[in-house]
């Protein structure tokens, strides 16, 4: 139905900020519940924040309220995750995932935060 592909990542010092941004196909993707999710080498999965179709409606997880932000394009079919105040333990790879009307995963983008 849809395909994912993550942008913006890299390396930044622990404070700094990335944007990072997901691209989708499709002519459905305004009724897409989507979502950021980040995960580290032998860890488990983390679902870090969703928003809902139209943009009204945001979660986070506790680790990142009042850093990040999620936000979403439906005009130009884009997911953004702004990410403030970065720390090290945000380190992780970086997913843009579909939540429905049907499940579909990016690539993923790195993000490390290191000095």
């Known amino acids: 139905q849809v395909q994912l592909v993550e942008s913006g990542g890299g390396l930044v010092q622990p404070g700094g900020s990335l944007r990072l941004s997901c691209a989708a196909s499709?002519?459905?993707?305004?009724?897409?519940?989507m979502s950021w999710y980040r995960q580290r080498p032998g860890k488990e999965r983390e679902l870090v924040a969703v928003?809902?179709?139209?943009?009204?409606?945001?979660t986070y997880a506790d680790s990142v309220k009042g850093r990040f932000t999620i936000s979403r394009d439906n005009a130009e079919n884009k997911v953004h995750l702004q990410m403030n105040s970065l720390k090290p333990e945000d380190t992780a790879m970086y997913y843009c995932?579909?939540?429905?009307?049907?499940?579909?995963w990016g690539q993923g983008t790195q993000v490390t935060v290191s000095s």
């Open positions: 928003i809902n179709i139209d943009g009204t409606g945001t």
């Open positions: 499709g002519a459905t993707f305004r009724t897409y519940v």
């Open positions: 995932v579909a939540i429905s009307p049907r499940r579909a």
